[in-house]
């Protein structure tokens, strides 16, 4: 008789150290992304993030990461696995998935973004409710982000002038980029960048329009030979990516840690983020340049020279948008951009 107290009161403590556990890891979310995961996005960007919001929630938000498409698919599909509840969470490059993000398109045109990750990240930020919302329905948006813009990289061509690109093959990321190869008399080949090395190595292209921090994961620096970008980090537009969740999912989750998701996805994340990709770039380039790899920094007149060649792309940009006043996105996007830029601490 005096042993079933005990028990019972050993049992109920068991229950208690159980039902705390659960507690503590309330919410399990996946994050699929197309890069590997010795890749400068996932090392520097995603694994960290997804730590801190499991420490910031005390364990009850766990993120668990698969790269590399490990959750089956192709790039392209990312955004309708996070729509579809595939995923809860997805990490994709906008231009994956033509047209369906012709708004935020905008933030990738050349003379528009001007090199200035952590303004345009804010710009973004501020635009997002009233311009960019309602493109991105059946998500929720956790932040949107850009590199530190396209640089062009060559496999055997030095390019000092838009004469210079004339009838080569260049990839490119997204359908503005398209736009810019187009202008320059150059020929745009659309694919996924873990495809790229092969492509580079087979002939298939000449060079793309890329960021420098992807160098490394994907080994360009070996299939390449020249790195071609503008004075004070000024480059040939640029690309913007998602981090965004399923909506649904958003929705069941508790109020406390939507706030959690909300506070570290914030201004001050934004302005962190811009520090981490800006830094893998130079150190990326500055790997290359090691290796034996030219990095050519365009003078003021010759990148001049290309701006006055890629102008045009954002009247055309316009133009193929008539359902959207393109012309006053531009308007407000390079004042917010302006305007993020001059609040800098």
Not at 190 to 195: H, K, R, S, Y
């Amino acid at each position: 008789m005096r042993g079933k107290p005990f028990l019972t009161l050993t049992t109920a403590i068991g229950l208690t150290m159980l039902s705390g556990t659960a507690m503590a890891q309330e919410v399990t979310l996946t994050l699929h992304h197309f890069l590997s995961p010795k890749s400068s996005t996932h090392v520097n960007m995603l694994a960290p993030w997804a730590e801190r919001i499991e420490e910031a929630s005390d364990g009850r938000i766990k993120i668990e990461i698969y790269p590399s498409m490990s959750l089956g698919g192709a790039p392209p599909q990312l955004v309708r696995q996070a729509v579809d509840g595939v995923s809860d969470i997805v990490w994709t490059v906008n231009g994956y998935t033509p047209g369906l993000f012709p708004r935020t398109e905008v933030f990738e045109l050349p003379t528009v973004f001007n090199g200035d990750i952590e303004a345009t990240n804010l710009a973004m930020r501020e635009m997002f409710e009233e311009d960019l919302a309602e493109e991105y329905r059946g998500l929720h948006v956790l932040w949107l982000h850009v590199h530190a813009g396209n640089a062009l990289q060559t496999a055997d061509t030095p390019v000092r002038s838009p004469d210079d690109t004339k009838g080569m093959k260049l990839r490119v990321p997204n359908p503005t980029a398209n736009a810019v190869v187009e202008a320059l008399g150059a020929t745009p080949v659309t694919m996924p960048v873990p495809e790229l090395p092969q492509a580079l190595t087979t002939g298939v292209v000449d060079g793309a329009l890329i960021p420098y921090e992807i160098m490394p994961s994907l080994q360009l620096e070996d299939v390449t030979n020249y790195h071609i970008e503008g004075p004070d980090n000024e480059r040939f537009g640029g690309t913007v990516f998602q981090l965004s969740m399923n909506e649904a999912r958003w929705n069941e989750l508790p109020d406390d840690l939507k706030a959690i998701l909300t506070e570290n996805t914030g201004e001050a994340w934004l302005r962190e983020l811009a520090e981490v990709w800006a830094r893998a770039d130079e150190e990326a380039i500055a790997a290359a340049v090691e290796a034996g790899n030219e990095r050519i920094i365009l003078s003021r007149e010759e990148m001049d020279a290309f701006n006055a060649v890629l102008a045009p792309t954002v009247d055309a940009w316009i133009d193929s948008h008539p359902d959207i006043d393109g012309a006053a996105l531009v308007e407000t996007a390079r004042e917010a951009i302006a305007r993020n830029t001059s609040a800098k601490p």
